[in-house]
């Protein structure tokens, strides 16, 4: 007898107010893990927003750094030349 099948009977063996709590209780269970899958997805989203926001700070820097760059070429033709 398989573990699902020796549950249901074992269930159907309890009387109407136990199979209510029971219901109770595996509803209890399924709404925990909800909650669980939620938080650890809101815990990946966190993850992500802070890794496309350092994405983004490294553009920044980086588009800072050529004009930068763009500058002081300038200024080394204007001084050569």
């Known amino acids: 007898m ?3 099948k020796f549950k249901q009977k074992q269930f159907c063996e309890l009387t109407r107010e136990e ?3 029971a219901d109770i209780a595996r509803k209890d269970e399924i709404i925990k893990n909800r909650e669980y899958m939620l938080a650890e ?3 990946e989203l966190n993850k992500l927003e802070v ?3 350092l994405i983004s ?3 920044s820097a980086t588009i800072l750094l050529q004009s930068i760059q763009i500058v002081n070429l300038e200024k080394m033709i204007e001084l050569n030349g």
């Open 2 to 4: 398989t573990r699902e």
């Open 41 to 43: 997805k809101e815990k």
């Open 19 to 21: 199979q209510f709590k």
């Open 57 to 59: 700070a490294i553009k």
């Open 51 to 53: 890794e496309l926001n």
